[in-house]
């Protein structure tokens, strides 16, 4: 059997494959850093990266790929925009987060034509929600979208963190997430809410599941 980080590298290089040129928009996390070490072998073929945390940003600088600032990059040229994610449905729907990027994950992706998501085959769930779902508020916030939080029925536990807009993260716990859209709008209309961690509304477009028998690939109908 494949070990985890095995598993990760191998989908990396699979994910490589859909660099064709332009500008690559890129994850965050320990999948998304074995694609960086992808993205540097083919780093000619590029015009530079967009980063979704300051810590991709630098692991990209430090591989010698240049990082340019999103509002200078213009949809055409960002084809795709490569990420992990903490759990992923078979209908392309995912929670993401975990190491607190979610917002800037969300405004690349979302400007990106193309998100193809990297996972080994433990992320892959029937139902969203075993994993807490983060939520990134504005500091004054928190107490209140705590309460509007359990008012989900959801049981949301202060991170010791702050993310690189300066807020924080509040995991909540105990949601089962029938209806992903519904509940990652629901979310975001909780004032002092920046984001969720649900990418439902966009979902991924190719999923590059790796599993113990090769990296499988699954294209959003
Ligand atoms: O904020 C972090 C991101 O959403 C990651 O893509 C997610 O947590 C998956 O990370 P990893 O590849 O380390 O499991």
Not at 33 to 44: D, G, P, Q, R, Y
Not at 70 to 93: C, F, Q, R
Not at 152 to 177: A, E, S
């Amino acid at each position: 059997m494949a070990s985890q980080d095995e598993l990760k590298q191998a989908v990396a290089k699979k994910a490589a494959e859909y660099v064709k040129g332009g500008i690559i928009g890129v994850g965050t996390g320990s999948t998304a850093n074995f694609f960086i070490e992808e993205l540097a072998k083919v780093k000619s073929k590029i015009d530079g990266a967009v980063a979704s945390s300051e810590a991709t940003a630098q692991r990209l600088r430090n591989h010698g790929i240049e990082v340019l600032d999103l509002n200078d990059v213009s949809p055409g040229d960002l084809e795709i925009y490569v990420d992990g994610a903490d759990e992923i449905t078979e209908h392309m729907h995912m929670l993401k987060g975990g190491g607190g990027a979610l917002t800037r994950e969300k405004i690349v992706a979302a400007v990106a034509q193309k998100f193809i998501c990297i996972c080994d085959q433990t992320k892959l769930v029937p139902v969203l929600g075993k994993f807490p779902l983060p939520v990134e508020v504005l500091p004054m916030a928190r107490s209140h979208v705590a309460r509007e939080l359990v008012k989900l029925g959801g049981q949301p536990k202060l991170r010791d963190f702050t993310t690189d807009n300066g807020n924080l993260i509040l995991d909540v716990h105990g949601l089962t997430i029938l209806n992903p859209v519904e509940m990652e709008a629901q979310i975001n209309q909780i004032v002092g809410v920046v984001t969720n961690g649900l990418f439902a509304a966009r979902p991924a477009n190719v999923l590059l599941l790796a599993t113990d028998d090769g990296v499988k690939t699954i294209t959003k109908s």
